[in-house]
């Protein structure tokens, strides 16, 4: 099977700001994106996206969880990097048109058709280092995506880092590419020293995220997670989980999470630890790594109630219960 993301639809949706309006939209092909090599996204990072997925049901009707979210954050990226403002109802618009056009397709559950929102900074400027760019890009580039956990579902092995940030704390809550590739060294470090998937960031002792996911800890009835702030990105699968949860009866505490209470928590046999994000809905979190020792979370395997949950979730994507919170948008 093609690895996340690799495979795409050949035509995208595209609208251009020149600097005091966006162009109508229109569908060209995938590849056909020209840049100046001067373009100020190239040299200065003015980027951010989003990532957010379309489904097939039974009935063969399509739909988009929770777009608005991702509108509302990329609209909040773009303003928090000075790119210009973005029309929301534009790229509504442009991402229901091309999954429509494409929506034969869809893969069927458990597949889905991953959507990738992108804004760009385009003016070509190199010496505009501290100045925002005045055009821009904003592109709807679409990929269909199997089945995340095809390879088995695995508990995963997260590496504590007290020390290093993901990114400056003021940039969290921004999706922007810069954030991403700061995290890869520190990430590809954990795998070759201690097999680790992914690093759990908690400069100070604070527990935040990963590279590309949300944290949550699972003790009982109780869900703890890191209060919202500009330090990490607000998912929309947290969001989700979290509301899922509540209606399940659990209590979700949003506060400060240290390092000690984290690994206090985690060595009680029923406690269970995941990651959320789009791409990997819910996935438990087996083992800590922190101080070059190992911690099991809980029983170290996958945790019963991360499953009970990802399964309500993935229920209302796929059609397959109630979309009692209205997270579904018929195109
Ligand atoms: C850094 C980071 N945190 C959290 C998430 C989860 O966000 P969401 O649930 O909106 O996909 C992502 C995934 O996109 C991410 O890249």
């Not at 206090?264 to 990997?280: D, F, H, I, M, Q």
């Not at 979370?297 to 996958?302: K, S």
């Not at 979730?313 to 219960?321: A, C, E, H, P």
Request: charged share 20%; glycine share 10%; proline share 4%.
């Amino acid at each position: 099977m093609s690895a996340f993301g690799s495979v795409f639809m050949p035509e995208m949706a595209i609208s251009w700001f020149d600097g005091s309006s966006w162009s109508e939209s229109q569908v060209v092909p995938s590849e056909s994106l020209h840049l100046h090599a001067g373009a100020h996204v190239l040299h200065y990072s003015s980027t951010c996206f989003e990532g957010l997925k379309a489904f097939r049901h039974e009935d063969g009707s399509i739909k988009i969880f929770r777009m608005d979210r991702n509108i509302d954050r990329i609209a909040q990226s773009s303003e928090l990097l000075a790119l210009p403002e973005v029309n929301k109802e534009q790229i509504a618009q442009m991402i229901t048109s091309i999954v429509a056009q494409f929506a034969a397709e869809v893969p069927e559950a458990p597949g889905s058709m991953y959507i990738r929102p992108t804004h760009i900074g385009t003016e070509p400027a190199i010496g505009k280092a501290a100045v925002p760019t005045l055009e821009s890009c904003f592109y709807v580039l679409l990929s269909p995506v199997g089945d995340y956990f095809s390879g088995g579902d695995s508990a995963l092995r997260l590496l504590i880092d007290d020390k290093n940030m993901r990114c400056p704390p003021h940039m969290g809550m921004v999706k922007s590419g810069g954030n991403y590739a700061g995290a890869l060294q520190p990430t590809m470090k954990a795998r070759a020293e201690f097999q680790a998937d992914q690093v759990l960031f908690c400069p100070g002792g604070d527990v935040q995220e990963t590279g590309a996911a949300n944290f949550l800890l699972i003790d009982g009835n109780e869900i703890i997670t890191k209060a919202l702030d500009s330090t990490f990105l607000h998912g929309v699968t947290r969001d989700s989980i979290l509301t899922l949860a509540r209606d399940m009866g659990m209590t979700v505490s949003e506060r400060q999470l240290s390092v000690d209470e984290l690994l206090e928590r985690a060595a009680k046999p029923g406690c269970e630890a995941a990651l959320s994000g789009t791409a990997a809905v819910l996935t438990s979190v087996g083992t800590l790594i922190y101080n070059g020792k190992e911690h099991s979370v809980g029983n170290g395997g996958i945790g019963e109630t991360t499953v009970k949950l990802r399964r309500a979730l993935n229920d209302i994507q796929w059609g397959r219960s109630e979309d009692k919170f209205g997270w579904l948008l018929d195109i």
